[in-house]
């Protein structure tokens, strides 16, 4: 799910939501599930991409932005399902995502440094889950976090200044 | 336990697709067990499916891997059209070629330049890699994207494309909307021969397959969309013999089944594909593997990173040619009537081959259905490979030869998110 790039308003960031998970591994689909709820919201100047967490995907996905907010489902033990956590600009070692996918949200954003391939500025959201066998559907309480999940993006977003010094295209 | 018993455990595979866990026992100097677990066969896919239309396999099976979704898709497609005894348009046949040669670009440029050319080249991964020599990553991420933009353009998207249907596709494009993506792909194919002039200087340890190699093959050309099934051992049969012939085991130390050809361990792959069908491939890629020093077959496990790079130059021309000889189809897709039946359908995912099966009542609803992944095909011989790396090498340290065994292991890029998630690594010497 990749909409186009609209008109950016004069004042607006340039952003991306990355919702990284299967839909089918049922609480690691709360990163998609959050993104789309993000994407029928019609940000202006607001990407919305739903990811597997590949890491060549992440650095497409990212690159370039001013904003990229990255949403995905963690494990912890003990666990408290739906609780929420979020890491602003991206500081977070390996070892935190549910999915498994490749190398992981962390050691993708590694890449990009290597790579000068970073956004500006990254958050990670990361919600807790309770159940990751296949399966769809989220957990009840991941299910019931999911609007606090998406309300906190959403805050992330308008509040997202542009950077001193860059000129946002009209 | 012995005075020559030694313990060593090592938290996380890296760098292979998916988790799992490896649990190998060395007693006195002798390999005792060299076992990889996986936890979860595609078992839920299937029961997900039963009572499902026809229609939906091809959209609910690419869920199962991110990485090779097209072959998810093409082998599931491929089970539903002969069940309901639909035949593809020849350009219809031509376009899901070259939606699957993005996959195998795609797919091979992400292992060769992030998962498996670290271990060549002393990295502990691509973001070391990509410290100091960022040119080599760069071209490795310019290649997958000419992959990636194939699954874009032509799937919908690259993740999970949602254009291919049982029958064809939704949507065909004009042949003036590939203008770009030719550009693009001509700029990949120079991508494509650097890598293979880059993978050939690497040094390869010593490791010669005996097992039995087993592919699709196509006898005008590389086989990767459809075919029949060949083995080295001179075995030749349909897609709906393969039940006859593979058959799946329960292990007592993975709940992911192992499959026999004929009772005896066999693999799948680029390794396989390269050997029953190298004289098929495209001309630059043969000339690229006369190149790199392959022979007519090749059966070293740590060489299957040049036959993944020859394999990129093989889907580069082959997209390139269907590209040049496009004509719009008249139809998107072909008429697919359902009817009672049981279809059979292969193709060659960038791991290996992989099989689905699916039995439809007279309504067109799923009664049973049945997936083999490559992976799980490969398992048991990856197992074997471990035990001969290790026995070889059993003066290496505990370090040393688990990295080693993790070498092992990536050489057959095993998709362990096909069967499984969470893997855990360890090593005990006693």
């Given at each position: 799910m990749v909409r186009a790039q609209e008109a950016v308003p004069a004042g607006a960031v340039r952003a991306v939501v990355i919702g990284v998970g299967n839909c089918y591994r049922r609480d690691d689909g709360v990163g998609p599930a959050a993104a789309a709820e993000i994407e029928r919201?019609?940000?202006?100047g607001v990407r919305v991409v739903i990811s597997d967490g590949e890491p060549a995907g992440l650095l497409e996905a990212w690159a370039g932005m001013d904003l990229a907010i990255v949403v995905d489902a963690v494990r912890c033990v003990p666990a408290t399902p739906g609780r929420m956590h979020r890491w602003p600009d991206g500081q977070l070692e390996g070892g935190w995502t549910a999915s498994s996918h490749g190398l992981g949200v962390p050691a993708a954003l590694a890449l990009a440094r290597a790579l000068d391939r970073c956004p500006r500025r990254v958050v990670l959201f990361g919600v807790e889950a309770a159940d990751l066998r296949p399966g769809a559907g989220l957990s009840p309480a991941v299910a019931t976090s999911l609007p606090d999940v998406v309300a906190a993006i959403a805050t992330e977003l308008r509040g997202a200044k542009v950077p001193p010094g860059r000129s946002v295209r009209p | 336990m012995s005075h020559t018993s030694r313990n060593l455990v090592v938290s996380g595979l890296a760098r292979v697709e998916g988790e799992g866990a490896l649990r190998v026992t060395v007693r006195d100097g002798q390999v005792e067990r060299a076992e990889l677990n996986?936890?979860?066969?595609?078992r839920f896919f299937e029961a997900f499916l039963?009572?499902?239309?026809?229609?939906?396999p091809p959209d609910i099976t690419s869920r199962i891997c991110g990485i090779c979704p097209v072959a998810y898709q093409t082998s599931a497609c491929n089970a539903i059209e002969q069940a309901c005894g639909a035949k593809l348009d020849p350009p219809l046949a031509e376009l899901r070629r070259l939606l699957y040669c993005g996959e195998w670009i795609s797919s091979h440029a992400l292992h060769i330049y992030l998962l498996h050319a670290p271990d060549f080249l002393g990295y502990p991964d691509a973001i070391a890699l990509a410290r100091e020599h960022r040119d080599i990553v760069e071209r490795g991420l310019a290649l997958k994207k000419a992959g990636n933009s194939v699954m874009e353009f032509l799937g919908g998207r690259a993740i999970h494309p949602v254009n291919m249907r049982v029958g064809g596709f939704y949507r065909v494009p004009s042949p003036s909307e590939f203008a770009p993506l030719a550009d693009q792909l001509r700029r990949a194919l120079e991508l494509a021969l650097d890598t293979a002039r880059w993978v050939a200087t690497f040094d390869f340890p010593d490791l010669e397959l005996r097992h039995d190699l087993l592919a699709l093959h196509d006898p005008v050309r590389y086989p990767i969309e459809s075919g029949t099934l060949a083995t080295t051992g001179g075995l030749a049969f349909t897609p709906a013999e393969f039940p006859r012939h593979v058959t799946e085991q329960q292990v007592p130390h993975s709940t992911a089944l192992h499959a026999t050809l004929d009772g005896h361990h066999y693999l799948t792959g680029p390794l396989a594909r390269y050997s029953l069908n190298?004289?098929?491939?495209s001309p630059a890629a043969r000339q690229a593997a006369a190149d790199a020093g392959l022979g007519p077959q090749c059966r070293n496990p740590f060489r299957s990173v040049v036959v993944r790079a020859v394999e990129i130059i093989c889907a580069v021309e082959e997209a390139l040619r269907i590209i040049d000889g496009y004509h719009r189809p008249d139809r998107p897709a072909v008429e697919v009537t359902p009817g009672a039946g049981t279809g059979h359908g292969v193709s060659e995912a960038p791991r290996g081959l992989l099989y689905h099966r699916y039995e439809l009542d007279g309504d067109g609803l799923i009664r049973s259905a049945a997936i083999v992944p490559p992976t799980s095909q490969n398992l048991a011989v990856i197992e074997d490979d471990l035990r001969r790396v290790i026995t070889a090498n059993l003066d290496l340290d505990d370090a040393s030869l688990t990295a080693l065994c993790e070498r092992a292991i990536r050489n057959h890029d095993p998709c362990i998110s096909c069967a499984a998630h969470f893997l855990t690594l360890s090593v005990h010497r006693r």
């Amino acid at each position: 799910m990749v909409r186009a790039q609209e008109a950016v308003p004069a004042g607006a960031v340039r952003a991306v939501v990355i919702g990284v998970g299967n839909c089918y591994r049922r609480d690691d689909g709360v990163g998609p599930a959050a993104a789309a709820e993000i994407e029928r919201q019609h940000l202006p100047g607001v990407r919305v991409v739903i990811s597997d967490g590949e890491p060549a995907g992440l650095l497409e996905a990212w690159a370039g932005m001013d904003l990229a907010i990255v949403v995905d489902a963690v494990r912890c033990v003990p666990a408290t399902p739906g609780r929420m956590h979020r890491w602003p600009d991206g500081q977070l070692e390996g070892g935190w995502t549910a999915s498994s996918h490749g190398l992981g949200v962390p050691a993708a954003l590694a890449l990009a440094r290597a790579l000068d391939r970073c956004p500006r500025r990254v958050v990670l959201f990361g919600v807790e889950a309770a159940d990751l066998r296949p399966g769809a559907g989220l957990s009840p309480a991941v299910a019931t976090s999911l609007p606090d999940v998406v309300a906190a993006i959403a805050t992330e977003l308008r509040g997202a200044k542009v950077p001193p010094g860059r000129s946002v295209r009209p | 336990m012995s005075h020559t018993s030694r313990n060593l455990v090592v938290s996380g595979l890296a760098r292979v697709e998916g988790e799992g866990a490896l649990r190998v026992t060395v007693r006195d100097g002798q390999v005792e067990r060299a076992e990889l677990n996986i936890y979860e066969p595609p078992r839920f896919f299937e029961a997900f499916l039963r009572g499902r239309s026809y229609t939906e396999p091809p959209d609910i099976t690419s869920r199962i891997c991110g990485i090779c979704p097209v072959a998810y898709q093409t082998s599931a497609c491929n089970a539903i059209e002969q069940a309901c005894g639909a035949k593809l348009d020849p350009p219809l046949a031509e376009l899901r070629r070259l939606l699957y040669c993005g996959e195998w670009i795609s797919s091979h440029a992400l292992h060769i330049y992030l998962l498996h050319a670290p271990d060549f080249l002393g990295y502990p991964d691509a973001i070391a890699l990509a410290r100091e020599h960022r040119d080599i990553v760069e071209r490795g991420l310019a290649l997958k994207k000419a992959g990636n933009s194939v699954m874009e353009f032509l799937g919908g998207r690259a993740i999970h494309p949602v254009n291919m249907r049982v029958g064809g596709f939704y949507r065909v494009p004009s042949p003036s909307e590939f203008a770009p993506l030719a550009d693009q792909l001509r700029r990949a194919l120079e991508l494509a021969l650097d890598t293979a002039r880059w993978v050939a200087t690497f040094d390869f340890p010593d490791l010669e397959l005996r097992h039995d190699l087993l592919a699709l093959h196509d006898p005008v050309r590389y086989p990767i969309e459809s075919g029949t099934l060949a083995t080295t051992g001179g075995l030749a049969f349909t897609p709906a013999e393969f039940p006859r012939h593979v058959t799946e085991q329960q292990v007592p130390h993975s709940t992911a089944l192992h499959a026999t050809l004929d009772g005896h361990h066999y693999l799948t792959g680029p390794l396989a594909r390269y050997s029953l069908n190298s004289s098929f491939l495209s001309p630059a890629a043969r000339q690229a593997a006369a190149d790199a020093g392959l022979g007519p077959q090749c059966r070293n496990p740590f060489r299957s990173v040049v036959v993944r790079a020859v394999e990129i130059i093989c889907a580069v021309e082959e997209a390139l040619r269907i590209i040049d000889g496009y004509h719009r189809p008249d139809r998107p897709a072909v008429e697919v009537t359902p009817g009672a039946g049981t279809g059979h359908g292969v193709s060659e995912a960038p791991r290996g081959l992989l099989y689905h099966r699916y039995e439809l009542d007279g309504d067109g609803l799923i009664r049973s259905a049945a997936i083999v992944p490559p992976t799980s095909q490969n398992l048991a011989v990856i197992e074997d490979d471990l035990r001969r790396v290790i026995t070889a090498n059993l003066d290496l340290d505990d370090a040393s030869l688990t990295a080693l065994c993790e070498r092992a292991i990536r050489n057959h890029d095993p998709c362990i998110s096909c069967a499984a998630h969470f893997l855990t690594l360890s090593v005990h010497r006693r």
